[in-house]
């Protein structure tokens, strides 16, 4: 508001016409701070490094101070097609990372495999991770994309698959028992012949479940533990048939 006089007398020394001006409602942080380029704010760049795709940071900075009813979300197209200055809100509009994050969800929800695959690729290029040497990025890429709010998160959790993993010494101490062991070697037994298939391979650990007198969870987490260094993933048959049958009888052999 104070720059503006200035504007408008520059603009009149020049001899140029004065626009129409209007004023966008004030942002505050999230602490409910004012966002200045010393407080808070951060570059566009920074939005790509923290995995946020431009969807989602033009439709979630859109609906800050402004509103078109009750939706939420919406297209660039249609912000062009529904923008007015009618619907600006006068109060201070409230940046929140954790509404960011959950339209970030959405969109990538909503993304096309090859092309967060290609996205991933860099982010883990940047780590010196090669997707080339392990399952099809795409595939692992499908697996996860409705588990995470940003890229970082999608990266972290497909990387894994690619790396040269090691399970934490206390993770394998705490889930892989005596018990789960057998069942897992006799798993691996099963798995070397079977034809690699969701279905076949699900069926395959609940014949060993039968053959141990033991629950799913007790050979599906020592399995997760094993194959991703973590108890918890997505469904078991899903990330066996996504490593490929290689790759997991390779992890197995190691602790068995």
Known sequence: VNNT????????????????????????GDDGQKL?????AVSVTQYDDDGFLPEAVINYLARLGWS????????RAQLVEWFDLDHITPSAAQFNTEKLKWLNAHY?????????????????AR????PEHGPALEAVVALYKD?????????????????????????????????????????RGKLADVAWEKALLNAAI????????????????PLRVVLLGQPQTPSIDAVLETMGQALVLGRLDRVL
């Open 68 to 75: 078109h009813g009750d939706d939420e979300i919406f297209s």
């Open 147 to 187: 588990r995470v709010s940003t890229l970082v998160e999608l990266a972290d959790a497909v990387e894994p698959y690619y790396i040269d993993l090691h399970p934490a010494p206390e993770l394998l101490a705490q889930h892989l028992t005596d018990a789960a062991r057998a069942a897992l070697a006799t798993l």
């Open 36 to 40: 200045s380029k010393r407080h808070g």
């Open 127 to 130: 780590r010196g991770v090669d």
């Open 108 to 124: 990538i929800k909503q993304s096309d495999n090859a092309g967060l695959a290609a996205d991933v690729a860099r982010r883990l």
């Open 5 to 28: 006089p200035r504007q408008i007398n520059i603009l009149q020394a020049l001899g140029a016409q004065v626009p129409l001006y209007a004023h966008l409602s004030m942002i505050l």
């Open 206 to 221: 609940k014949e060993t479940c039968a053959a141990h007198g033991i629950k799913m969870p007790q050979v599906a987490i």
